[in-house]
């Protein structure tokens, strides 16, 4: 179920009313099964893989904490997806699941179970390291078989054919679960909380599992930490009207910045970027720059349907844009855009690699391997990789030629060079989002051809099209003036009541006149 | 109390302002989006029958027509030409089209006519029966029916809307709300269609009309259009003979480009089925005919249907040759054909 969606608009306010009204428990047993269904809207088959990753990575947090879950209760969650599954094969024939997949996923299950009551067999000092890996192995695994394994399979032939072998030909048509990426990271990132101690062992089944699949951002994320998330859905708070009043308030922005912005930016940048399109320079331009708007509408959009979703039940999600196009430099625009990833990256990966900490041809290396995996985190598909060596490289670039690292200072003194910098970051983010949107990597040289040459040739006229795009992105804008006092995006906190009123009409009369051009999350591919 | 907690000031404005938008729009917009929600087949959109006997055409209910005005009862001594079809007789503009230049030239030869464009673009056989229904009310003297194939599939989305937009689905409810409704429209049909080329439109946006229209050349679903094109002129005709008023099938035609100086016309079968129909009050005009015999018909063509304001012009000056073949039926006595000249 999309937030874009009238279901989704019955859903949110069916579920908070139930919600308000159940005791502790109850609350958390009607955001679970919330969860299950609307991610069961989207595919049903694909909540086994959902509640495979609860099960191995709830059994071994509490393993690698010592506290040694029973056997019985150990081979029945590792037996839930396949339950789940066979149930499916039964009661929903149209889901299409044969007995092979269930015999699978059993067998994949009855794997777990055997490799976690081994673990318990090492001695003490080993176990916690092995649990780890265990639960890493088995998370990634599936990450990497629904995501990368048909693209590595296809990188291969590609290969062995440039090299002028004939391999045989293997054919793997596999379905992408969608946010598979998101609660795999998000459920990751809660093991390695828990084998650091930086964060205790969710000792309840049901919480963890809410944790893991709580709907307003299992599929698009932010990704959330067990000890920010976990400690909320505990909480027996009474309702506060406060929770409605920011929650609605994001919503409306969230939509506003999806629905009016992306969905309308997005008819300029799919013409550019599509194989067919004669381009020049002027064209090549306004594709780019609408698509970041598409992009940062899109994404920061659902970020803000989700936690306003999530403060209606009162929880707060982590922030995970703030102001991405105010970036003076690459690194500052990591610290700004998709936060919740470029933190999760920062402290799973780059940190453990080494950081920043030893000689800087090993920061280089760390800076590489980070954000070529961050690229790769995106997507199956080279151009991903591309897109993050290209951050990478910025990365570095700022680093280590003086020139830049001065102009891209923060703490820079001079306005003019503040500027300079944010001009100059922009232009670096255009060129990265023109990769990224690239569907291959022939189309981004048509792309980087077409910036040569201005004249018109057999190019539509652009300019009542920069004119579509500016009344899409001039609201955006304006709204981001309005709320950068705060350096939040979404906080009208210091508009007065009438101006936040008339904000707030005018949001919701763009929002509707834009329903009709109703698409997808760009990030629920990820 | 309680409740004034749960309402922010800015909520209860932003409430305000929407209710009173809403209601200015119920008062000055209310007659501009009557019909809207039948989607083409409501039988009144866009005829404004006032008491004084005028009837003015106008914007409403999905039928943008040009806007008009005429008496409800035929004056006497007028010839009143009234032309129902789809984007290609409404012309791209009100007096490029041919309707127009059609009442021109019968006033060079003296008549004393009237033409209303009764066209609208998209509209199919089935939306077009509803508006020729409606023009029978008005007297005509003479109904031009352009026929077309291609908007079949508009005219049955268009139905299906109408009969689940009459439904409780909650997918509607906004669009229930007059301004919202009249800021989505002024959105597509005054920024949208102007601000983005028509090749950006048709090809990404997912929605739109035309995009879908374009979507659809498979032959089943252009030999299903026929069909239905073929059985519900087979309808009109009855109809306007049922009525007693002659009635002009114009069969349209496609020109298909075949390289730089090679191309043939298309007509889908409706030049056989207009001339099947024609007889007893029925005349028939194709579009093929009228353009064929030329040295260079392409120059008339807009695109592979629609025209040019010289073809349109091309197309009046045909119709009321055929006119003049029946101006006895017709009983146009100043359009009898001058003797020809025996040459001696």
């Given amino acids: 179920m999309s ?12 579920v908070l009313l139930l919600y308000w009204r159940l005791p502790g428990r109850g609350r958390l047993l009607l955001l679970l099964a919330a969860s299950y269904v609307f991610y069961a809207c989207w595919d049903v088959r694909f909540l086994a893989l959902v509640m495979a990753t609860t099960a191995i990575d709830f059994l071994c947090a509490l393993s690698i904490e010592g506290k040694r879950p029973g056997a019985a209760r150990v081979l029945l969650l590792a037996l839930l997806p396949a339950l789940w599954l066979l149930s499916c094969s039964f009661f929903l024939p149209a889901a299409g699941i044969n007995l092979l997949i269930v015999a699978v996923a059993a067998a994949l299950g009855l794997a777990f179970f055997a490799g976690h009551e081994l673990i318990w067999l090492l001695a003490r000092e080993k176990r916690s390291r092995a649990f780890l890996i265990l639960s890493i192995g088995f998370c990634l695994g599936i990450l990497g078989f629904f995501k990368y394994c048909g693209f590595f399979l296809d990188s291969a032939r590609t290969m062995l054919e440039f090299l002028g072998m004939q391999p045989n030909k293997v054919l793997l048509n596999i379905i992408l679960p969608v946010g598979i990426s998101f609660y795999t990271f998000q459920s990751l990132g809660y093991v390695i909380d828990v084998y650091r101690g930086q964060s205790p062992a969710c000792p309840s089944l049901l919480t963890f599992a809410t944790f893991d699949a709580f709907f307003p951002q299992m599929v698009a994320g932010p990704i959330e930490r067990g000890r920010h998330l976990i400690p909320q859905l505990q909480q027996t708070a009474a309702f506060r009207p406060d929770y409605l009043h920011d929650g609605l308030r994001l919503i409306i922005v969230g939509f506003f910045k999806k629905v009016f912005v992306a969905d309308n930016c997005a008819l300029l940048a799919n013409y550019v970027f599509d194989p067919q399109t004669p381009l020049n320079g002027y064209w090549a331009c306004l594709g780019v720059v609408a698509f970041a708007f598409q992009i940062y509408g899109d994404f920061s959009g659902y970020t803000d349907i989700a936690r306003g979703s999530a403060k209606l039940f009162g929880i707060d999600l982590v922030q ?104 100059l970051m922009w232009v670096f983010i255009l060129v990265g989002w023109a990769i990224f949107r690239s569907p291959n990597l022939h189309q981004l040289g048509i792309w980087l051809a077409a910036l040569g040459h201005w004249h018109t040739g057999l190019s539509l006229p652009w300019a009542s099209s920069s004119l579509w795009l500016l009344l899409h992105a001039a609201p955006l804008i304006l709204l981001q003036l309005l709320t950068w006092k705060y350096r939040d995006e979404t906080s009208l906190r210091h508009l007065s009541w009438p101006a936040r009123g008339l904000v707030y009409a005018l949001m919701l009369l763009l929002i509707v006149s834009s329903t009709e051009h109703d698409t997808e999350f760009i990030y629920f591919q990820f | 109390m309680k409740m004034k907690k749960w309402l922010t000031p800015a909520f209860l404005f932003a409430v305000l302002l929407l209710g009173v938008a809403e209601i200015g729009a119920r008062l000055f917009f209310a007659q501009d989006i009557s019909g809207r929600f039948d989607y083409g087949y409501s039988p009144d959109a866009g005829f404004d029958e006032r008491r004084d006997g005028l009837v003015q055409l106008f914007r409403a209910g999905g039928r943008r027509f040009h806007p008009q005005s005429f008496q409800r009862q035929r004056p006497p001594g007028t010839f009143r030409v009234m032309v129902i079809g789809d984007s290609v007789p409404r012309g791209p503009s009100f007096k490029e089209a041919y309707p127009f230049l059609l009442g021109t030239e019968l006033q060079h030869h003296a008549v004393k006519a009237e033409a209303v464009n009764l066209a609208l673009p998209g509209y199919g056989a089935r939306r077009c029966q509803v508006v020729l229904r409606k023009a029978l009310e008005f007297e005509p003297s003479l109904i031009v029916l352009h026929v077309n194939d291609s908007n079949k599939y508009e005219d049955e989305r268009e139905f299906r809307r109408s009969q689940e937009f009459k439904t409780w689905h909650p997918r509607n409810w906004p669009m229930k709300v007059f301004i919202f409704r009249r800021l989505y429209e002024a959105k597509v049909e005054k920024v949208f269609w102007r601000l983005v080329p028509d090749q950006i439109r048709l090809k990404f946006a997912a929605k739109d009309a035309d995009a879908q229209v374009a979507a659809n050349p498979d032959p089943e679903e252009v030999r299903a259009r026929v069909r239905l094109a073929r059985e519900t002129t087979r309808e009109n005709a009855a109809l306007a003979r049922a009525r007693g008023v002659p009635l002009l099938l114009i069969t ?44 260079d018909p392409r120059s008339y063509f807009s695109d592979s249907g629609h025209l040019k304001p010289s073809g349109h012009l091309l197309m009046a000056q045909a119709i009321v040759r055929k006119m003049q073949e029946a101006y006895q039926q017709l009983g146009l006595t100043a359009l009898k054909p001058e003797a020809k000249d025996g040459g001696g």
């Fill in chain 1, 3 to 14: 937030f874009i969606t009238w279901q989704y608009l019955l859903f949110l306010p069916l």
């Fill in chain 1, 320 to 423: 995970n844009f703030r102001f991405p196009y105010f970036a003076k430099n690459p690194s500052d625009f990591w610290g700004r855009w998709h936060i919740s990833l470029s933190t999760w990256f920062r402290d799973y990966l780059y940190i453990p690699l080494g950081g920043n900490r030893g000689a800087n041809w090993e920061t280089i290396r760390n800076l590489a391997v980070t954000m070529l995996l961050a690229g790769l985190w995106h997507g199956a598909n080279w151009i991903f990789v591309l897109w993050g060596a290209y951050h990478g490289l910025l990365l570095i670039l700022y680093r280590v030629v003086p020139g830049l690292r001065s102009l891209g200072d923060e703490t820079s003194a001079s306005s003019y060079r503040g500027a300079l910098a944010m001009a």
């Fill in chain 2, 252 to 295: 349209q035609c496609r020109l298909i480009n075949d390289g730089p100086q090679a191309f043939h016309f298309e007509d889908h079968g409706l030049d056989a089925l207009g001339r099947s129909l024609a007889g007893e009050g029925v005349y028939h005009l194709s579009m093929k005919e009228v353009f064929s015999s030329l040295l």
